[in-house]
């Protein structure tokens, strides 16, 4: 029995909301290295669990017997939770089972709320859905029964059992390694008991909190009227804490803590965890953490994401399901100023109208007051909705210029857009005066040279469209010819590519490669068009005769998904080539860059469509035509989002055999399509392996698919066309050349998917 001296007294004001080690959530994690697994409250109404765990063989389909539940607390190799529909204890291991993890004695017991610590729980008596939510505590341990299965059992507690707690009513709970900490209802005191309660430290503390977590061997609270974190016990693990930094939640770890940020509820962690592996884009309803990983529920989507406590862990090997997730807990009580209640019907899903089991339940979340970089706030925090941020790409006004770093861009164009006011105003008057002065100073020696040599032209045609003049002099000084491109193609003037780009000035610049630089230009008529100009290397490698063989074959490829060249110019040594304009960029901008994301149904028709225009290059060009360089930066996007392929134009066409050359198109085609599918880039040093090949593959032929899947877009109700993408990617990335599929056949299965219409 433990003495009153072992027990510690806080006074403090504590509205429980942190999900962690040892205080209960919508989602919490099981302790035990690579056995630890998850659980989380699905999103569908029925308050079902979803488990998963560091071994690729713990799935959901291990835990089907677990009943839908209230709220989840995990220990040292299991979890603990209150069921929905009756508010009493139940508990199961790695392997989805429960039998004797709750002593019998306890079994019919309803309880308001659970702590899971290393190896015991603790519970608070009383119905879940109550009003009153307290009354006394139930402590148990889980042991090892000794046998050769290492099966867990329980038993009543010993060690945490104490005359005066058992007659004490308590709020909330949370439980750590060898110690449980209780909140008093209406004193608001703060007890805690257990072997190891001494060893926390706490003493004359003045703070009221509003949530407490705990770790392995110290506790942490967030101070209510800061928002910042204090903690206690071995400072291991809570070393350093963000300092100024307002939290609406806390979970705990092993020898680490996370948290949930005020404003932008995106997450920080301190102590021992490799802080890099954080997601940084998105922000989180609730996390939990265990001594390797730490999941959480995103607030976007409701969709799962994990992360890695260092970098030794594999992250291929650790990928939740996906299913939409609970952002916190059903409760019948009113929610708080600054909280709002979550509405259903954020989540786009019709038949869905209530993410709670009860109708007349609800679930409180924090607002949000602020967005993560790369995004404003377009619209604030209401009762029925959390604060609404845009991304930046999509900034149209002065109201987010300065959050999205774009007032001095601003400030630019305009200044850019007077000086064309006050050129249109003045420059006639001074282009007449400088014709007036210049015809004063040239007419002797114009006319003296006119009377010499007779009539000169004043200017020269870019090469390739013959001048009626010197087709008379055709003899003596040939013109140099380059093949006429049919349909509506033409050749430009210099001194018309360099108005129409500014002078080929930098804030026009689309894009560079090694070829040179591509410029957005207007031409007279405003028509908006892409100006490629060759570099000085470009021009020197590659002499006329490739440049003229080039155009012959790019003047007669027209398709509805390549970037069709529209005309041309070689004029003063330039090279010039002129495209149709791309309005929404390239597809790298939008799966990597930070541009607006896109959709499944985008993806799936983007795909389809540069796989078209890569089988036109490859099947119908005459001769076939070897991209050698297909990439998502060389995917474009039209104004309607059609996808159009670029830069292919350099591709050496005279081998004997392009067959092999054609299969490595496929096989970086396999890339784009597994680059689309997940968002990460091929090559990530972030990632391990770096590779996305190395990554996905193994995952695809283990039927593990769905771990790919990028979750930052919204999931569609039906994955089934996402898995099947990852096949095809598969089949394109196969080592043997042999193996691979040609781009008509992976054409024909990806309009097969988009006909079908499998996205709604």
Request: charged fraction near 20%; charge should be negative.
């Amino acid at each position: 029995m433990l003495s009153l001296s072992s027990v510690f007294f806080l006074f403090l004001s504590v509205a429980i909301s942190a999900y962690g080690f040892g205080s209960m959530g919508p989602i919490s994690a099981a302790f035990g290295g690579d056995d630890s697994f998850f659980c989380a409250i699905d999103a569908s109404g029925k308050q079902a669990i979803i488990c998963w765990g560091m071994s690729p063989e713990k799935t959901s389909e291990n835990f089907t017997t677990i009943p839908p539940m209230a709220a989840l607390s995990g220990g040292q190799g299991f979890m603990c939770g209150i069921t929905a529909n009756n508010s009493l204890a139940y508990c199961w291991d790695s392997n989805g089972t429960g039998n004797d993890l709750v002593p019998s004695f306890y079994s019919n017991n309803s309880y308001s709320h659970i702590a899971a610590g290393r190896n015991h729980v603790c519970a608070i008596r009383g119905n879940y859905y109550s009003d009153n939510g307290s009354g006394v505590v139930d402590c148990w341990d889980i042991v090892d029964d000794g046998s050769s299965l290492n099966k867990l059992t329980s038993k009543q507690s010993a060690l945490f059992y104490d005359q005066y707690v058992s007659n004490v009513q308590f709020k909330s709970i949370v439980s750590g390694d060898g110690f449980s900490c209780g909140v008093v209802a209406k004193q608001e005191l703060l007890f805690c008991w257990g072997p190891s309660s001494a060893s926390l430290g706490i003493s004359k503390i003045s703070d009221n909190f509003a949530a407490l977590t705990s770790s392995r061997k110290s506790l942490c609270g967030i101070i209510q009227l800061s928002g910042e974190v204090k903690c206690w016990g071995k400072n291991d693990s809570y070393s350093d804490p963000p300092s100024r930094v307002r939290f609406v939640s806390l979970t705990g770890g092993s020898r680490h803590f996370c948290g949930i940020r005020a404003d932008t509820h995106v997450v920080e962690c301190w102590g021992g965890f490799n802080s890099s592996s954080i997601p940084k884009s998105s922000g989180f309803y609730a996390i939990a953490t265990s001594d390797v990983a730490a999941c959480g529920i995103r607030e976007e989507d409701l969709v799962l994401d994990c992360w890695f406590v260092n970098e030794t862990s594999t992250p291929s090997e650790y990928n939740p399901p996906l299913q939409l997730s609970s952002p916190g807990l059903c409760t019948p009580t009113d929610c708080n100023i600054g909280e709002f209640a979550f509405n259903a019907s954020a989540l786009n899903e019709p038949e869905l109208t209530n993410v709670c089991i009860r109708k007349d339940l609800h679930i409180c979340s924090s607002c949000g007051t602020n967005c993560s970089s790369g995004y404003f706030l377009s619209s604030p925090c209401t009762e029925n909705a959390d604060r609404i941020c845009t991304s930046c790409s999509l900034c149209q006004n002065s109201s987010c210029w300065d959050v999205c770093g774009l007032a001095q861009v601003e400030m630019k164009r305009r200044h850019q857009h007077q000086m064309q006011k006050i050129i249109l105003i003045l420059g006639p008057s001074i282009a007449g005066f400088l014709l007036i002065l210049i015809g004063w100073c040239l007419f002797p020696y114009l006319y003296f040279f006119k009377a010499k040599d007779g009539p000169t032209k004043q200017f020269r045609s870019c090469i390739g469209k013959k001048d009626p003049e010197s087709d008379a002099n055709a003899d003596t000084d040939p013109p140099m010819l380059v093949a006429q491109c049919p349909g509506e193609a033409q050749i430009y003037r210099l001194s018309e590519l360099k108005d129409a780009t500014n002078g080929f000035k930098e804030f026009n610049e689309l894009g560079r490669g090694s070829y040179g630089f591509v410029y957005r230009a207007v031409l007279p008529d405003g028509q908006q068009v892409a100006v490629k100009r060759a570099n000085a290397a470009t021009i020197i490698h590659t002499n006329i005769r490739e440049f003229e063989t080039e155009l012959e074959i790019l003047c007669n490829m027209r398709h509805c998904n390549i970037v069709n060249l529209l005309g041309y110019c070689m004029e003063m040594g330039e090279r010039l080539l002129v495209y149709e304009y791309m309005g929404h960029g390239t597809l790298h901008d939008h799966l990597h860059g930070g541009l607006s994301s896109l959709s499944w149904t985008l993806r799936l028709r983007i795909a389809m469509q540069a796989a078209k225009g890569l089988e036109y290059l490859h099947m119908e060009a005459n001769p076939p035509v070897v991209h050698r360089d297909v990439k998502t930066s060389n995917i474009l996007l039209d104004s309607d989002w059609g996808a159009r392929i670029s830069d292919f134009g350099c591709s050496n066409l005279n081998e004997k055999d392009v067959s092999d050359d054609l299969k490595n198109d496929v096989y970086n085609f396999g890339i784009v399509l597994l680059e689309i599918l997940s968002g990460r880039k091929a090559y990530d040093v972030d990632y391990s392996p770096p590779n996305i090949v190395e990554w996905a593959v193994p995952l695809i032929r283990r039927g593990k698919a769905a771990a790919l899947i990028d979750r930052y877009v919204a999931l569609p109700r039906n994955v089934e066309p996402l898995l099947k993408l990852a096949d095809i990617a598969e089949s394109a990335v196969r080592e043997n050349l042999n193996d691979r599929p040609t781009m008509r056949a992976i054409a024909d299965s990806l309009e097969q998917i988009v006909r079908e219409g499998l996205m709604v």
